[in-house]
């Protein structure tokens, strides 16, 4: 008697267009034509699919739109709640100036979907919440900034969290013209940003390396 054969679990998507697959030519095409401008019928015919098929693969469109969202949103919050919790063996100004160069990265290797996400404008229930989520990352990011100020490493002049947008307008502006294969890698480009915002924020000039540490 042969063994019986373990049931196969259910595939999702045809062989080439995965659950993955389909998000990120979903979210190429949103860039490319913004969201309301693209249709499930344009997305079928990206991936080659009719138009009634593409349902096997995704329930909705707005769907997609959360699934890039969040996948921009949950990258960033990670960053700033790691620097803003970390312990007090740090300082606040070494922890912001790792959140930025962290954020930069994030940016980068979620590029798209960051890229999507700055072009909300808050037309439907998603994009409010992702409005409100980006809300709650500045006034995070802001509260950091208080930090480095109450703690003598920060100019005091400027209110935190116009700072906070400062830092958060500079990485972002970086979606209007990087592009993953240049000559400038990510690792150069999250120090090159650190260094111009930070020494131009810091009480001293910092020292050479870029360790993150105002010099005493």
Not at 2 to 27: F, K, Y
Not at 64 to 86: G, K, R
Request: without cysteine; hydrophobic residues 45%.
């Amino acid at each position: 008697m042969s063994e019986p054969v373990a049931p196969r679990a259910p595939r999702r998507g045809r062989p080439g267009h995965d659950q993955e697959t389909v998000l990120r030519r979903a979210i190429d095409l949103f860039n490319e034509q913004g969201y309301d401008g693209t249709s499930m019928g344009d997305l079928a015919r990206e991936l080659g699919f009719t138009k009634s098929a593409i349902y096997h693969h995704v329930p909705s469109k707005s769907h997609l739109l959360e699934q890039a969202l969040d996948e921009a949103l949950d990258a960033l919050t990670a960053v700033i709640e790691e620097a803003a919790s970390a312990t007090s063996e740090q300082s606040a100004y070494a922890r912001l100036r790792l959140a930025v160069r962290q954020s930069v990265e994030v940016l980068v290797a979620h590029l798209p979907a960051v890229t999507l996400l700055l072009r909300v404008r808050g037309n439907s229930d998603i994009e409010l919440n992702a409005l409100r989520r980006r809300r709650a990352i500045d006034d995070r990011l802001a509260a950091l900034v208080a930090e480095a100020v109450a703690e003598g490493s920060l100019r005091g002049d400027l209110p935190p969290d116009l700072v906070s947008r400062l830092l958060f307008g500079m990485v972002n502006s970086l979606v209007e013209w990087y592009r993953p294969g240049g000559a400038v890698d990510a690792a150069m480009l999250s120090k090159a940003i650190t260094t111009m915002a930070f020494d131009g924020l810091a009480l001293h000039e910092t020292g050479p390396g870029d360790t993150g540490t105002p010099p005493a």
